[in-house]
């Protein structure tokens, strides 16, 4: 589990070494930040598992990597 850390993350992502998402999304637009995929070479297929949707508007999403 990994919180907050873009700079592992995109590591982790170009080795393959992640195996599921879970991803929160919040219903605000920022317009700056720092983006959680960059530089990806290839198509990485997700599968849900599960969705939340939580009383203050956030939605969670669980995913694994669908691998062949």
């Not at 907050?4 to 999304?25: C, E, K, M, R």
């Not at 983006?35 to 598992?49: A, E, N, R, S």
Request: aromatic share 10%; proline share 6%.
């Amino acid at each position: 589990m990994l919180f907050g850390s873009p700079t592992a993350t995109h590591s982790l992502i170009q080795l393959n070494l992640i195996d599921g998402y879970w991803l929160f999304v919040n219903p605000i637009i920022l317009g700056r930040g720092v983006p959680l995929f960059v530089d990806i070479k290839d198509q990485i297929k997700l599968k849900l598992l599960t969705s939340q949707q939580f009383t203050s508007g956030v939605t969670g999403l669980d995913y694994i990597v669908d691998r062949p």
